[in-house]
Every structure is written in C-alpha cells, then in structure tokens.
C-alpha cells in the first residue's frame, strides 16, 4: 500500500485531515459509482452473450467452482441464508468501518488506503460499461443455477432482484456482474486489515474475509470465478495507480491554494511562498521610517510629535547663558 509521509497528519502534502471534508468527498465518489453503475446496464442479449462467453473460458480451463458451491447453497437453508445475509450486508459495513478505523487510529494509512479503493473503484465502473455481464443466476434454467437470493427473499429485506431492499430491485444494475467489487472491496479490507492490525485474530479476518466472500458470491449465483479475478486484478491495478493519483490531487490542492494564501489577510499562521512582487512591497513597508525636520524642530524616528533640539556649538562661539531654574536665587554672575 502507498505510505504518506507525516505521521499525524493523513496525507503527503502534510495536510490534516477532517471528517467533515472526508465524509462528502466519499458519499461523492459512492453516488458517482452507484449512478454510474445504473447507467452502464447495456442490452440484455450482450450481458448474457458476455455471461456465455465467461462460462465457456472456464469450462475450457476446467473451472468449475460455481455449480456444486450454489447446489450446496441451495440444498442447506443453514449455509444458504447466513451465505445471503452476508453478501446483501457485508459489502455496504465492513468497508466504511475499516475507513473510519483508519481515520481514526491510523490516520498516516488513511489517506493513501482511500486512494487506492476509490482508484480501482473507479476502474471498476469502467469494466461494468465496456463489458456488462449477466451473472450466474439469470441465465435461463437450462445452465443449472439458482438464485438464492430469490429462494431465500422471505428471511431478510432483499426481494427476488439482486440484494437491493424488496421494491427497489428496479433500482440496480443487475449486469454489472464483471469485475466483482464484493471480491475487490472484501480483499482491499483484509490487506488493510493484515497490514495495520496487531492482533492475532485481526490477522485472522483478514484473511478469510476475502476468501469467504468469494466462497459467498459464487455459491449465491451473483458471479463467476473469473468475476472474482478481475475484481482482484482491478484491486492491483488501482493499488499500482494510487500513488501517482495522490501526486496529481497534491498538485492541484497546491494550485487552487497559492491564490487564496496569496489574497489571504495575514492571521499569524504561517502561509505558503509569496510572490516576489509582494515580498519585496513588505521590506520597503517595514523599513525604519525617516525623521521629520520643520521649523528648526526635528523628530526621532518613531516620535509623532517635534520638539526643540540642541545644536551642537559652533567652533569658537561662547556658551550661551542657561536660564534660571525657578527657585534659584543666586545670580548668574556669582556662579
């Protein structure tokens, strides 16, 4: 995963983050994902052309993992439910809590671990519209699939169209089955997970997270196996892209900030570099300022107000006589 460079302070450009900026930034990137997803639907004969096609790559490599994992699903309401809750559940939890586990314990990791999901989530969003893909459970019956999704829509709040909450099923793009992001999103966690727990158990789940999901979305009709290697091989091209995309987003934070430093009033807090043209208008300004000399009375530097000075005596002129102080008798002669 990328390293930042301060600790403390969640990004290279040693920038603090807040959660009041990091949490619409995120619901952003989420809803441009989900619009995204929705638009990219495709036509139905190529999704399923697509979905033919995959099925066909893996006979030719002797994959066959999906049909025995959905006969089991199938067969054991025990396995299949609890296979379902996960899927229509994990996914949307076990991410976000992670990012704010991050935010919050581990700040320095945050910045360049939410990079790299939304890198490959972006890339992601690009195989669902180049190649939209009819998963397992819609083809017609002849393939020997099951939707469990469907067969067991009576124990959670799913209806019998993917796992959106029953009547929003409309809502979903069921075709963007290619990459699988439940695959891709499950291993971006247990890498995290891996690379910044310290426990044993925390070990442990990040491991199997990934590899139960798998397990998951292949025994409940939603995805082929290669579905499950491209959403890996999307998670390692959005890791390789990371870091050169936090390079661009420091650049321009650098860009859009000179300006609004530079036209910033001076508050006490230290500001980025200054134009020549401003620095050198801030010497002049605080130059020591001149005496003023009117009327045979001058001022020092600072003073507002003249007043008499002493002239240094002239070469071979007398002492002028000093006035009497009052109160002193004595006359000036008998001094």
Known sequence: MPQTDAPGTGGISGLRLRWWTELPLILLVYAAYSAGRLLARGDVAGAVDNGLSILRVEKFLRLNAEHPLNRLFTDHSWIGVPADFWYASLHYLVTPLILVWLFRSRAVHYRAARA??????????????????????????????????????????????????????????????????????????????????????????????????????????????????????????????????????????????????????????????????????????SAPESSIVSGGCQTSVGERIPRPRKRPAEPGAEPSARPAEAGDSTPTAAR
């Open 116 to 285: 790299w999901l939304m890198t490959s989530t972006m890339i992601g969003l690009v195989g669902f519209t180049l190649l939209p893909t009819c998963p397992p459970r819609l083809l017609s019956e002849g393939y020997g699939f099951v939707d469990t999704m469907a067969q067991y829509s009576d124990f959670g709040w799913w209806g019998g169209e993917a796992s959106a909450p029953r009547g929003l099923g409309g809502m979903t793009n069921q075709y963007a089955a290619m990459p699988s992001l439940h695959v891709g999103w499950a291993l971006w966690c247990g890498v995290v997970l891996w690379r910044q727990g310290r426990s044993p158990l925390v070990k442990t789940a990040a491991v199997a997270y990934p590899l139960i999901t798998t397990i998951v979305v292949m025994g409940t009709a939603n995805h082929y196996f290669l579905d499950a290697v491209a959403g890996a091989a999307v998670m390692g091209l959005g890791l390789l892209l990371a870091r050169p995309v936090l390079r661009l987003a420091d650049r321009v934070k650098a860009r859009v900030k000179l300006p609004f430093d530079v036209a910033r009033p001076s508050s006490g807090v230290a500001a980025g570099p200054r134009p020549a043209s401003l620095v050198a208008s801030s010497s002049v300004s």
